[in-house]
């Protein structure tokens, strides 16, 4: 099984801003159950259990932005007593705090469209490879069999990230509501 995709909106394909509303919180919510993530009762908790500390949201600017908005336009619908919270002025889903990554904002979507991702990683599963004496080493080109009209280099490179469980990450992108 390959990670868990969630889909949400954006209002167009130039947007600046992704769409958040309830449909969101509960794609969140599908996937912090569907990857195992595990919501810490006490600060304490997070702090002292290793494993909690291993599973991150990142997400960008944007989205992060998008959800403060949405958090003060609801505040008076008990919001904040759920999933999505204000812990010390940041925000935290499941009382995880959500990460912002800036590289992530100059992030696009296979059109060349901007982008507002939501990453959900579990850093427990992801093994750091290191490959003695090589720096970087390229494989024969060959054709991939499933398309035969794409050429497939595969290379190794000394560092590298693993990722013994796919199950456990979970990844949502923005399409356009049109889509």
């Known amino acids: 099984m390959r990670c868990v995709v969630r889909i949400y ?46 599973q991150a949201i990142y997400l960008n600017s944007d989205t992060y932005l998008a959800m ?23 925000l935290t889903f499941n009382r995880r705090p959500l990460q912002v990554v800036p590289v992530l904002d100059g992030s696009t979507d296979s059109d060349g469209y901007k982008d507002f991702p939501i990453y959900y990683i579990d850093h427990g599963f992801f093994n750091v490879i290191v490959h003695e004496g090589r720096e970087f080493y390229e494989y024969e080109t060959m054709y991939d069999p499933q398309v035969p009209d794409v050429l497939v280099n595969l290379s190794m490179i000394k560092f590298q990230y693993l990722c013994r469980n796919r199950q456990r990450q979970g990844i949502m992108h923005a399409v356009t509501a049109s889509t």
């Open 9 to 54: 909106s954006r209002p167009t394909n130039t947007a600046d801003a992704p769409t958040f509303d309830d449909d969101v919180l509960d794609a969140m919510d599908m996937i912090y159950l569907k990857t195992g993530f595990v919501t810490p009762l006490t600060v304490q908790q997070y702090v002292d259990n290793y494993a909690l500390q291993q």
């Open 68 to 90: 403060k908005s949405f958090m003060r336009q609801n505040r008076d619908d008990n919001r904040g007593s759920g999933e999505l919270d204000w812990v010390g002025g940041g």
